[in-house]
């Protein structure tokens, strides 16, 4: 069965410095999102992106974070200056066009600020 | 108000009984609603998802949808000791938003 696959399992970083987190979607789904959980609270929305360009945003989505898809098949999420609170479980999901179809997660990666 | 809300629990079943999980929603405009299942550091696992009011059933598990009560219910019969997990109900177009607002999700300890 299809799933979504998600680089690193684990990141280490110092506060401050840029992360990248990697995904790779189901292949014919069209909606890409990230969702992160920070340890012991609920999962949250941050970004989901439609046709090349980001169609929703949360507001933890602010300036120091960008997300891409560089190639056919990659989607990313950039923090550009890490902070402590950027501790999470960080989640990549997918969905097909229809409106009403389920998100499918990646097994995420854990990021950890130092 | 909350706009996903659950029961932390834990709820806690004999093996072999159902399990009944609830969920309210604040938004009547909310379309779509999931149930995912997340077993400690991992990721959540999609179990059922409902759009339609009444019974949607899957094997050993059957979502509710009460759209004029705004809730949404998972049973799960026959509960395995390894259904043991945290749910979490999630709603899609919350205020008109397309991905997924969830709730805190309920811990479910199944007793061998």
């Known amino acids: 069965e299809p799933e979504v696959t998600q680089t690193p399992s684990h990141q280490v970083t110092q506060m401050g410095q840029e992360v990248i987190l990697r995904c790779v979607p189901i292949?014919?789904?069209?909606?890409f999102y990230w969702y992160r959980q920070i340890l012991g609270q609920k999962v949250e929305f941050l970004v989901s992106f439609y046709n090349n360009e980001i169609s929703e945003k949360s507001e933890i989505f602010d300036d120091q974070f960008s997300v891409e898809r560089p190639d056919g098949s990659n989607f990313t999420l950039k923090i550009r200056s890490t902070k402590l609170e950027d501790s999470a479980m960080y989640f990549c999901?997918?969905?097909?066009?229809?409106?009403?179809?389920?998100?499918?997660f990646g097994d995420g990666t854990r990021l950890s600020i130092l | 108000q909350k706009e996903v809300e659950q029961n932390s629990g834990p709820l806690s079943v004999p093996e072999g009984a159902i399990a009944s999980l609830n969920c309210t929603y604040s938004?009547?405009?909310?379309?779509?609603f999931f149930w995912y299942r997340q077993y400690s550091g991992k990721s959540p696992e999609l179990i059922m998802f409902?759009?339609?009011?009444g019974d949607k059933e899957d094997g050993r598990f059957t979502a509710q949808l009460n759209k004029a009560s705004q809730y949404v219910s998972l049973l799960i019969r026959d509960s395995q000791p390894s259904d043991s997990a945290t749910y979490l109900c999630?709603?899609?177009?919350?205020?008109?938003?397309?991905?997924?607002?969830f709730g805190s999700g309920t811990r479910l300890q199944v007793q061998p």
């Open positions: 292949s014919n789904h069209l909606y």
């Open positions: 999630a709603a899609a177009w919350m205020r008109g938003r397309r991905a997924l607002t």
């Open positions: 938004d009547r405009g909310s379309q779509s």
């Open positions: 999901a997918s969905s097909s066009d229809t409106s009403n179809q389920p998100q499918h």
């Open positions: 409902i759009y339609s009011n």
